[in-house]
């Protein structure tokens, strides 16, 4: 309870900005219906690629203490650093998809504030608990492996 509370004026923050833009809303969002869920977006490559980065992203940030790894964060820097050709490429490519990057980036805001929602519905353990394996593994993978786990995947749900 107390790891909840030290990352609760972030995660506040992230949820605040989430309900203003959920209020100017008229329908549902779908987009923040899925991001609510482990997948969050579709299941292209490009998809897939951003959708690990995000989740590796918020577990890098609020899992650290949890998992005594005070370098978790850093372990998530050092991986976007490694991957940024592959992880621009997709954030790119799904860019183009949706119309522009104005338009992807309210995408990820929102998947990332769906992320946040979930940790806070799970609590910090269980969800530290979740991702410490998946955490681990994506930021151990270089480009060539980060690609062929998103082909894999890709193939696998066809």
């Known amino acids: 309870m107390k790891n909840l509370f030290r990352n609760a ?4 923050g992230i949820l605040f900005g989430t309900l203003v833009l959920a209020g100017c809303a008229e329908t549902p969002d779908p987009v923040l219906e899925t991001a609510q869920t482990p997948l969050m977006l579709g299941d292209s490559s490009a998809d897939r690629i951003v959708s690990l980065q995000t989740r590796t992203m918020l577990a890098g940030l609020a899992c650290g203490r949890v998992w005594g790894d005070p370098t978790a964060f850093a372990r998530y820097a050092s991986f976007t650093n ?6 621009r490429r997709s954030q790119h490519e799904l860019a183009d998809r949706m119309g522009g990057m104005a338009e992807f980036d309210k995408m990820h805001t929102r ?8 940790l806070l519905a799970m609590g910090d353990q269980y969800y530290c608990s979740e991702m410490r394996g998946p955490f681990y ?11 062929r786990q998103s082909q894999v995947a890709q193939v696998g749900l066809r």
Do not use: H
């Open 9 to 12: 004026g972030a995660i506040a």
């Open 82 to 87: 490694r991957n940024a050709a592959i992880l």
């Open 111 to 118: 998947i990332s504030n769906g992320e946040s929602l979930r």
């Open 137 to 147: 593994t994506a930021v151990a993978m270089g480009p060539d492996e980060l690609a």
